[in-house]
C-alpha cells in the first residue's frame, strides 16, 4: 500500500472531527473525499501531509510513519491547502522558483520550474503577478508550488470550489493530467465532481467513513426508495401526506413544490393524485427523481 491512514481520531477541544478513521490507497488512484461541510475532511488532510497530529492513530505514506519520519513524507507529498494561500505580490515564475528553493532543488530549479510551467499551463502567465491571474490560473499557481518537487502524492483541499464553469472543467483535466503519473487525493462537497474526476470515493460524514468504494459502483449505494418532484396548485398539509401508505419523507421545496420519498422501492404517483383528488387540491407536475447520486450522497451523509 502507497498510502495507509490507520484508525485516525482527532479531537480539538471537545469536538471529535474525525473518530476511528482508516483506509488504503495504491497507486494509480484518484481518490475523491467527499463530504459535506464540517465532515473532517480537512482534518484528515492536515494529518497526512503532517501539518497537524491526530489525537490517535497512524498513518504511513511509502513505507514513512506521520510521527516518526514527517520530513520524508512531506517529500513524498504535495498539498494545496483550502483557499490557496499564495504570495499575491509575486510573479508566478519568480514565486516557483522560491518554492523550488525551499524543497532544495538546487540545480534542477530552473528546468524544473520551466517544466511545471509548462504542464499546469502557465507559460502565457509566467512574467505576471499572481495578484493579476483569475481565480482559475491561481489554482493552476497552487497545483504548480504542490507539484514543484515531483512528489509521488498530491493532495488537494477543495481545489475547485469558487471556480466558474469553464476554470472549472480547465482544473478538472489538469487534476486528471497529473493523476497519470502519481496519487491524488481531492476532497469536494460536490458529488458530480467525484464523478467527474475521481476512480474511487471515499464519503465521510460526522467524522467517520460512511462509503469507500469506486466511482462507477456509487449508483449501487443507494438505498431502496423512490424519490418524486411534487407540484400542487396551492401548499399542502405536509403531515396529512406523511400519514398516506409507503411514504417516508416529504420536503417543502418552495412554490407549492415537495419532494416526496417512499418507503421501500414502491411507486406512490396513485396515492399521491388519490390524495390530493380528495382533497380538492391539483397536481401540476410529478416528475421521478431518478435515484441520483446527489441523493445517495444525502442519504449516506444526513444521519
Ligand atoms: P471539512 O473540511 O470537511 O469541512 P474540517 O476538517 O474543517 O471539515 O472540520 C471538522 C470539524 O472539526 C468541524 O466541526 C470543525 O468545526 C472542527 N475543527 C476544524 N478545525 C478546528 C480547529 N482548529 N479547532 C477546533 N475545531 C476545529
New binding site residues.
Given amino acids: 500500500m502507497s498510502i495507509t491512514v490507520e484508525n485516525i481520531t ?1 479531537i ?2 471537545s ?1 471529535k ?2 473518530d476511528q478513521v482508516s483506509f488504503s490507497i495504491n497507486e494509480g488512484e484518484i481518490v475523491g473525499l467527499l ?10 488532510m ?1 494529518i497526512i501531509t503532517c501539518f497537524i497530529p491526530p489525537t490517535s492513530g497512524n498513518v504511513e505514506v511509502y513505507g514513512n510513519n506521520i510521527f516518526d519520519n514527517p520530513l520524508a513524507i512531506r517529500q513524498n507529498i504535495g498539498y494545496l491547502p ?1 483557499h490557496n494561500p499564495l504570495y499575491l505580490e509575486m510573479y508566478v515564475r519568480e514565486f516557483l522558483e522560491f518554492v523550488a528553493g525551499i524543497y532544495n532543488l538546487g540545480k534542477q530549479t530552473k528546468q524544473r520550474v520551466e517544466e511545471i510551467i509548462e504542464l499546469t499551463g502557465l507559460t502565457k502567465e509566467a512574467n505576471k503577478k499572481i495578484g493579476q491571474l483569475s481565480k482559475g490560473y491561481r489554482q493552476r499557481v497552487g497545483i504548480a508550488q504542490a507539484l514543484i518537487h515531483d512528489p509521488k502524492v498530491l493532495i488537494l ?1 477543495e481545489p475547485t470550489t469558487g471556480l466558474d464553469p469553464n476554470q472549472l472543467e480547465e482544473i478538472r483535466q489538469l487534476i486528471k493530467k497529473v493523476g497519470q503519473t502519481k496519487i491524488v487525493m481531492l ?1 469536494t ?1 460536490i458529488m458530480q465532481e467525484v464523478e467527474a474526476i475521481c476512480s474511487r470515493v471515499i464519503i ?1 460524514n460526522s ?1 467517520k467513513i460512511v462509503a469507500d468504494d469506486k466511482t462507477e459502483n456509487l449508483h449501487s449505494l443507494q438505498k431502496s426508495s423512490n424519490q418524486y418532484l411534487v407540484e400542487f396548485n396551492k401548499e399542502i398539509d405536509t403531515n396529512a401526506i406523511k400519514q398516506l401508505k409507503n411514504i417516508r419523507d416529504i420536503i417543502y421545496n418552495g412554490n407549492n413544490t415537495y419532494t416526496i420519498t417512499s418507503q421501500n422501492d414502491t411507486d406512490i404517483r396513485e396515492n399521491i393524485f388519490k390524495w390530493a383528488v380528495d382533497n380538492n387540491l391539483m397536481v401540476l407536475t410529478i416528475r421521478k427523481n431518478d435515484n441520483n447520486l446527489e441523493k445517495i450522497f444525502h442519504d449516506l451523509t444526513s444521519k
Avoid at 463530504?35 to 484528515?44: E, F, I, M, V
Wanted: glycine share 22%; proline share 4%.
Fill in positions: 482527532k480539538y477541544g469536538q472531527a474525525l463530504g459535506p461541510n464540517g465532515a473532517g475532511k480537512s482534518t484528515l492536515k483550502e483541499d476532497s462537497h465521510i467524522g
